[in-house]
């Protein structure tokens, strides 16, 4: 038994060093785009303190994807863009990013064009929800970024090797 | 520096410390190689070494707790607690590769501990092997936290049941196997009737999610699975609960087999809880594993009897899935008792039949709901009383006879509720007046007295030496 224990013991922490290297490299290098959020204070049961984000970039206009065929949780591609609103934060003058156009298939990814990758969530009269896996931050208990109100904060985000978006860091717009 | 400085202290202890353990011996087990040694030169013989050991009182050769042992107690814990103290000062300054790398070897140090433990003292390696369980989802959440992880609640509760099922298979401990069944239940109810992950089986938007519901039978299966390896247990047959109340969650929640209509889970009941007795009958569980269902098919003909009060068109739209649900789990049962040798359910050659009648009767009432009428709904509660009262009275009898003390509390219990609910029920508006109040009290004591004294004269009869 001893044997099988330790081939157990191997193999789950094999799996928890191959999931830590991907995660260390999988947004290395790669896009950084800042995004408008509305927070809420929620509690994480297994890692702390965390604040719910929400994005405007959650609601695409439906005239601007191509949804034939879609699913409901199924991927959808969303091209960013630069917009030319400016806000001033802690860390300068950034511009913040909007979706322009979704899709359903992958995109043949140019280097001048921003696609992320999210999930359907639902489809209605006038927007498609998505969810991009960045809906919740981790954040010290004492941050004043806990307190901020909607629109005071925007999310410095990466994109990855297979188009997901990581969150860096929050900071408040002056 | 702080992350090499913390790197260095979590690592230090592999760098000597196993060496070190294996040189440390007590002087017990020197003095026992010795005489070893001195059988292997044939200075003693085996017989003389045992007598030797015999005689010598192994206390004195114990090593005496001293005043240093203390020291050095609360010097590891002191050692601890700053080390978690830096490690919680630092946290924001601790890179992720730092905080990968030392899990990594923390999670390794502690397997390799646990294993060392088992081969010296394997009675004392469950705490260990309940920590190292409980590892991984520790590694979640440090990572969730690390990398701003996020999206599916449930996926990492579900990683935690994947990673941690090899070592429950292997140790095949019943502590262990338990804490993963609970992990799995709580998969099972709180992913599958809740929306927004991947083992959520709720409709949404009228579309009926496909993958869902192959995960939500396979965790199912792995519950039973694991149950019923926690031979000799008697625990493992609350597996037949756990599987009654997902499938009453089905009827409740918004699925494919959701009941709509309130009328549709009286039917429901009666239908579950004969097909699970039906079930206990079929495996030969233990008479105790049959007080659930017998207590379902009770509440079940109580809440019957309230039918009484039904005095508008009853609406029976439900999902066809359900509908069919019921009615094949109703139609198994009936088909079951009605063709069963009534010998088998129960010894008594003068109870078997009523036994039988009395568990068909609510699988027959509750179907006959379906296509009743209000003056048919009004029958079926007056057949629900009777039967109620004639089962409380025959199970009084019974006990009488067989000595069982049970049998009569029972009855006289049963009695009593459908007396005073039925009391309410008819005498319900006089009780708001003064003398209504006085009536009703005069009346339930009168009723209570005579109950008891039934009772009484019952056990009596039963068991004289008892009173």
Known sequence: MKKHLRIVLILQVAYFLVWGIWLLTSHLYGQDVWLETSPVDPRDLISGHYVRLDYPIARVPNKTCDLKNYTLDQAIYVELEKSPLAKKTSMGQVNLWTAKRCQLEPPKTMASQAWVKGQIKSVGDQHVSITYGIEKYFIPENSTLRTAQSGQVVAKARIGRNLTLRVLELTLIF | ?467
Not at chain 2, 150 to 173: E, M, N, R
Not at chain 2, 175 to 196: D, E, M, Q, R, W
Not at chain 2, 415 to 441: A, E, K, P, Y
């Open chain 2, 1 to 467: 520096m702080i992350e090499l400085l913390i790197l260095i202290l979590i690592l230090s202890p592999f760098l000597g410390v196993s060496a070190w353990l294996k040189s440390k011996k007590s002087p017990l087990r020197r003095f026992e190689d010795a005489l070893q040694a001195s059988i292997a030169e044939g200075i003693i013989t085996l017989e003389q070494k045992n007598r030797i050991l015999e005689k010598l009182s192994t206390r004195a050769l114990r090593v005496p707790f001293r005043a240093v042992s203390l020291i050095l107690i609360f010097a590891a814990l002191f050692v601890v607690a700053g080390l978690s103290l830096l490690i919680a000062h630092n946290w924001d300054h601790i890179g992720p590769a730092t905080r990968v790398m030392a899990f990594v070897f923390l999670f390794y140090g502690l397997g390799e501990f646990t294993l060392w433990v088992q081969a010296k003292h394997p009675d004392k390696t469950l705490p260990l092997f309940i920590v190292w369980f409980f590892f991984p989802i520790l590694g979640i959440g440090l990572y969730a936290q690390t990398f701003q992880l996020s999206g599916d609640f449930i996926l990492p509760y579900l990683t935690w049941a994947a990673i941690s099922l090899p070592l429950v298979g292997v140790l095949k401990k019943a502590s262990l196997t338990y804490l993963h069944v609970l992990l799995l239940i709580a998969l099972l109810f709180c992913g599958g009737f809740y929306k927004n992950n991947i083992l959520s089986i709720l409709n949404d938007h009228d579309t009926t999610p496909t993958l869902p519901w192959l995960y939500q039978i396979l965790l199912l299966l792995l519950i039973i699975f694991e149950c019923f390896r926690l031979k000799p247990l008697p625990q493992r047959f609350q597996v037949f609960t756990l599987v009654a109340a997902w499938i009453f969650s089905l009827f409740s929640a918004r699925t494919y087999f959701s009941l709509h209509e309130p009328i549709w889970f009286f039917i429901a009941a009666a239908a579950l809880s004969s097909f699970w007795l039906m079930m206990t009958f079929i495996f030969k569980l233990p008479l105790r594993e049959r007080t659930l269902p017998y207590l379902g098919m009770f509440f079940s003909m109580y809440a019957m009897t309230f039918l009484w009060d039904v005095n508008s068109k009853i609406n029976f739209t439900s999902s066809l899935p359900g509908t069919l649900l019921i009615l094949a789990m109703s139609g198994a049962a009936l088909a079951y008792f009605l063709l069963k040798n009534p010998h088998e359910l129960s010894h008594d050659p003068t109870w078997n039949r009523l036994f039988q009648a009395l568990v068909v009767t609510p699988i027959l009432l509750s179907l006959c709901i379906t296509f009743s009428n209000e003056f048919g709904l009004k029958v079926i509660a007056l057949i629900a009383n009777i039967l109620l009262v004639l089962g409380a009275l025959l199970a009084m009898w019974h006990g009488s006879m067989h000595a069982e003390e049970l049998s009569i509390n029972l009855g006289a219990a049963i009695l009593l509720l459908i007396l005073i609910t039925r009391f309410v029920d008819i005498m319900g508006d006089m009780v708001q007046s003064g003398l209504g109040l006085i009536v009703s009290g005069l009346f339930l004591s009168s009723v209570a007295y005579g109950l008891s004294q039934a009772r009484k004269h019952l056990l009596k009869k039963s068991n004289p030496e008892a009173l």
